[in-house]
Structure formats: C-alpha cells, structure tokens
C-alpha cells in the first residue's frame, strides 16, 4: 500500500509538481519520427506532461516542438499551414519558427519589430534514431542527449512502435518491473509468440510459476533479478534493469531481438507506451519486422492512422472466452501488450494504492517508488539532479542466464548488464 | 435510417473515473503477522528504529549469531517459538555475521510456508554470506543503501 499523499506525488505529472519537475529533467520521447515524415509535412498535436502542443517540421528538416495555441487569439496552430520555414495561423496569418519565435505579424507595419517580443514555449525536440526526443525542463540544465542503445544501433536492427494507454503513467509502467505476473497473464505469448517462441528460457518459465526476486539498486534505477530453478544446482535468471523516470527494459529469449518500453505521461489519465525491439549485433529479419508490425510482442495493432490499439476499451479489448478455454491466451486478450494494458487500464484512470496488498515479491515496484519519491523530493527540496538524467545511466541492458546457485547475479553479470558494442545480448 | 447510439462498452463504464465512486469501501485488516529478525549489531539498530514506528501485528527480534533470537529488549526468545503464528519474515542483515541464523530461519520458514523476505542494507554488498545463505528461502532479497528500504517494505506489507 501507498499512502493517499503519495500516490497524489507519484501520479501527478503536470508543471509545478515535483513528479512534474522530475520528468521534466530528463529527455522524454516525444513522438515517432514517422510523424514527421518530411519537411513542410503537416502538424502533430501532442499532449506530454499535461502541456498541448504541436510538433512540425519545417522547411530545412528542422523539428520544432512549441504552444498549441496562437499567441494572437488563441487558436489551435494544428491547424497552421507548414511552410516557409515556419507554421503559420491560418487564422490571421501569425507565423512561428521552430524555436516558437513569432516572425510574422502581417497586420503590423513591414518594417515592425512587434513579433520579436512574441513567443511562444517551445521545447526542443532532436531525433536519435526512430523517436523524437523533448527536454521539457530549464534550458541550463538541459543534459546531453540520450544514449539507450535501442536508439542508437543501426536503423535496420531496430523497431520502435508507440500506443495510447488510458490509464496513469504509474501503473503502466508499474507493469514493467513486475515479472511475477509473466508467466500467468503472458503464459499463451510464450508458447505461441513469434517474438518469443522456442527459446530454452522459456520452458524454464512454464516449469516454475514461483520465482525468487532479488532487487539491487543501479546507477541509473534498479536491477531486478528473477530466479527460476533450472537445472540440478542452478537458476535460470532473467534481470530487467530500470533507468529512471520511466524506462525498463524485458529480458531476452534466445535469440529473439531484446525489448522494453519507455512510459510517457500524457496527462495524469493517460500515457505514451514506447515499445521497442532491437539486436545489438544483427539485422532484424523480415519475418520479425512484420510481426512487430502486425502487434506481435511487446508491440500492439493499433487503429490505422492512429496510436490507439484496435483492441481497446471501447471494445472490451476484443476479449475471447473461448480462446481463454482453449488455452490460447491467459486472460481471453490477445496479445502482450493488450494483456498488460487491459488489466492497467481496469484499475481506474488513477488507481488508488491507499487499497493495494502487496506481497513481497511486489519489491521491485515498491523499491521504484521510493526512488522515484526520493528523487522528486531531492529534486524539490535541494535541487539534487537524479538517476537517469547522465546518459551513463542509458547504457545498460537486460540478461536471461543460467547460472551456478551460489553465484549472485549482480557478480556474474556486471558485464551482460552493460551495453558492449558488437557483443550479442546474454540469453537463454 | 437508424441513429447511430453511443454507447460506451462495459470496461470503458467501469474503467472511468466516476464509476470508482461506487467501489466498495471496505476497511482493510493488516495482511500480515510479521516477525523482523535482524541478525548483527547494525541490523539490530535498524530494527530498533522501526519497531519505533507503529505497527499493526510486526514483532521485532534480533539473531545472537547461531540462531538463538532475543527480543528488542533482551529477552531469549525461542525461533520456533516466534515463528508460530506468522505469515511472513522480513530479515535484516548488514553483514555476514548472520549466515547461521538466516540458514535457521529459512528453513524453517521454508518447512512452515512462511515467506521469507531479507533485506540486505549496505553499500557494496558486505553482506555476501549472509545474501548466500538467505537466497535458498528469501522469496524476496532487497539489496539496499538505503535503511528507508526496509520500512517502506513493511508499510508496503501492512504489518
């Protein structure tokens, strides 16, 4: 259980609040660079933190992330014409760069110095490999730029996909340090998955539904180690690291491309999953592209032209009785990321920790919340930078090993748990 | 011609901020009759500050090294005697002196069903042995700097 003041803390995300403040100082992704596919291509509304606002990309391929509204009269800029280096009100004309400066006011003299003094907020937003990154924070304290490894390994070693989640940011990303549920909810995935199918680990998964945790802290978050029995004198192991505020990583099976997610609040109802797959040391196959498209893994298919999964509230997520009877899936939902996001989404926009009974192989989430407090309230009270915020942190990945029982995890994988260029993920 | 009805789905209804208004609000009983054992001098003080704060059922022991136990004010205290009765044990380590006493009360814990949960406080992870000798039965081992650790874990528990 949490208290009722801190899980206020922990869920509300708006300016002004410490979780707010939080989030605002590290780079958060933004949106899918396929949004803005082109120069001059039409504007994005997005809501991130509780702040509307619209991404474009301007005429030089720059990308601009700056105040929905119009500075004049308070129309929306989506509906801006995107030319000219700059988007444009089609209200009356004012006209904003990337950086929100106004740079036309066409009802002022030709030669007035009125729109100098007309900005709009503008955040800025970078692409570092399939994602566009914002800083939402004070520019002098804007950290280097990211440096997870999803993002930074060539394009065709990697798939990233997004999806609207109508829930609070907490509790979906709760779910992705929450391994014990694994081998309930996504025990269908395991067996059936093409993203997940036929690996060793797998099997270790299915023959013991109880695993043993072990929560280390890190750099940059937490380590949290699952052990499963394997076989005679050994564990099967499998550790997922979290980077703060919002970043886990889903530790791997075979050879399968390695995942995780990146949760982004969107306001404290809802949020931005940020799914991604990639190998460190090859091409992704054609065949896990498609998958990955068709909402296989981590992934979801999402109405076209939209984030939103076809699978979603509206439609009791298309859930299946007889495919549950059948064995195909745990819950009747399909899919893994349908099969978290419709349990989240069931506790309620905000769900209320003041009701939870946690058991202890909940510690992972409970150690997480104490940081992220801790953090927030150093960050408040004395100003203290935290985890996460130096790309340093980024550069950890996840691991599945089997490993003699005496061995502890943290000694036997400092060096899996590390991003090594050209050396292949550790998995079982 | 029909008209279109909107007509939100049953999770939509019962996912959205108005119907939690009609959740059951019932008191919840403390889950758990806790036993904390901390088992060296530097645990001892952890368990010493926590047994200051209130709880609803958590009892409070310190390990002498070979798995005798006392009570936080000195009195022997037999380990079958205060594992009667409990559902959980949280141990405290800071060091490898405990490893005899974790081996004890793990495997009795683990005989009774009783989960076991260690926290580990330390920078470095002093407390090799006593992780080692704790792995076997700790369903759960929280590796920590921060003392704080503990006593959200048993907020987090309602002991």
């Given at each position: 259980m949490l208290r009722k003041d801190i899980n206020e803390l922990l869920t509300r995300t708006g300016p002004g609040t410490p979780m707010g403040e939080l989030f605002r100082q590290y780079w958060i992704p933004?949106?899918?660079a396929e949004e803005l596919p082109?120069?001059?291509?039409p504007p994005v509304r997005v809501k991130l933190l509780s702040e509307r606002m619209v991404a474009f990309r301007d005429s030089e391929g720059r990308y601009g992330l700056v105040?929905?509204?119009?500075?004049?009269?308070?129309?929306?800029?989506?509906?801006?014409r995107n030319e000219g280096s700059g988007l444009r009100c089609?209200?009356?004309g004012w006209k904003y760069d990337v950086t929100g400066?106004?740079?036309?006011?066409?009802?002022?003299?030709?030669?007035?110095?009125?729109?100098?003094n007309v900005q709009l907020t503008s955040y800025p937003l970078v692409r570092i490999g399939d994602v566009l990154w914002t800083y939402m924070g004070d520019r002098a304290t804007q950290p280097p730029l990211p440096e997870f490894e999803w993002v930074h390994?060539?394009?065709?070693q990697t798939y990233t996909s997004k999806r609207w989640q109508q829930c609070n940011w907490l509790q979906a990303f709760e779910g992705g340090i929450d391994s014990s549920h694994v081998t309930f909810l996504h025990s269908g995935g395991l067996k059936t998955d093409p993203l997940f199918r036929?690996?060793?680990?797998n099997e270790y998964n299915m023959k013991d539904t109880k695993p043993f945790f072990e929560v280390a802290d890190s750099e940059g978050g937490l380590f949290v180690g699952a052990r499963r029995n394997a076989e005679d004198g050994t564990y099967y192991w499998r550790i997922t690291p979290y980077v703060m505020p919002a970043f886990t990583m889903v530790p791997p099976r075979g050879d399968h491309p390695v995942h995780g997610h990146f949760w982004v609040p969107i306001d404290d109802e809802n949020c931005w999953t940020f799914s991604f797959d990639y190998h460190p040391v090859r091409p992704l196959t054609d065949t896990e592209r498609q998958a990955m498209i068709d909402g296989h893994g981590v992934h979801s298919r999402n109405i076209p032209g939209t984030y939103?999964?076809?699978?979603?509230m509206d439609n009791d997520y298309l859930i299946d009785r007889e495919a549950q009877k059948r064995g195909e899936t745990y819950s009747g939902v399909a899919g893994i990321a349908m099969q978290d996001a419709s349990l989240q989404e069931s506790m309620g926009p905000?769900?209320?920790?003041?009701?939870e009974r946690l058991v202890p192989a909940d510690s992972g989430i409970i150690k997480a919340r104490q940081k992220l407090r801790k953090a927030a309230i150093a960050l408040r009270d004395e100003g203290v930078t935290p985890p996460?915020?130096?790309?340093?942190?980024?550069?950890v990945r996840s691991a599945a090993v089997v490993l003699?029982?005496?061995?502890?995890f943290l000694d036997s994988c400092r060096d899996a748990v590390k991003v090594t260029p050209g050396v292949p993920q550790a998995s079982v | 011609m029909t008209t279109p009805t909107l007509q939100l789905s049953e999770s939509a209804r019962a996912a959205s901020a108005s119907e939690s208004?009609?959740?059951?609000?019932a008191p919840i009983r403390p889950a758990r009759s806790a036993r904390v054992v901390a088992l060296d001098e530097k645990a001892a003080a952890v368990a010493r500050r926590l047994a200051a704060h209130p709880w609803a059922h958590a009892r409070f022991y310190t390990g002498d090294g070979d798995a005798r136990l006392r009570e936080l004010d000195g009195a022997a205290a037999l380990l079958d005697e205060v594992l009667t009765g409990t559902d959980v044990v949280v141990v405290l380590a800071?060091?490898?002196?405990g490893r005899a006493a974790a081996a004890a009360i793990g495997r009795i814990c683990g005989r009774r069903g009783i989960t076991t949960a260690g926290v580990v406080l330390g920078d470095g992870f002093e407390a090799d042995d006593a992780v080692a000798a704790l792995r076997p039965y700790a369903r759960v081992l929280l590796l920590s700097a921060d003392e704080a650790d503990a006593f959200e874990l048993l907020t987090a528990l309602r002991v």
């Open positions: 933004a949106l899918l082109d120069n001059d291509c105040d929905e509204f119009c500075a004049h009269r308070g129309a929306s800029l989506w509906f801006g089609p209200y009356h400066q106004c740079i036309e006011v066409p009802s002022e003299a030709d030669n007035s110095s009125f729109c100098q390994v060539p394009p065709e036929g690996a060793k680990g939103r999964p076809m699978a979603n905000i769900v209320d920790r003041s009701k996460g915020v130096n790309p340093e942190h980024h550069k003699p029982q005496a061995e502890s | 208004r009609y959740r059951i609000d800071t060091e490898d002196g």
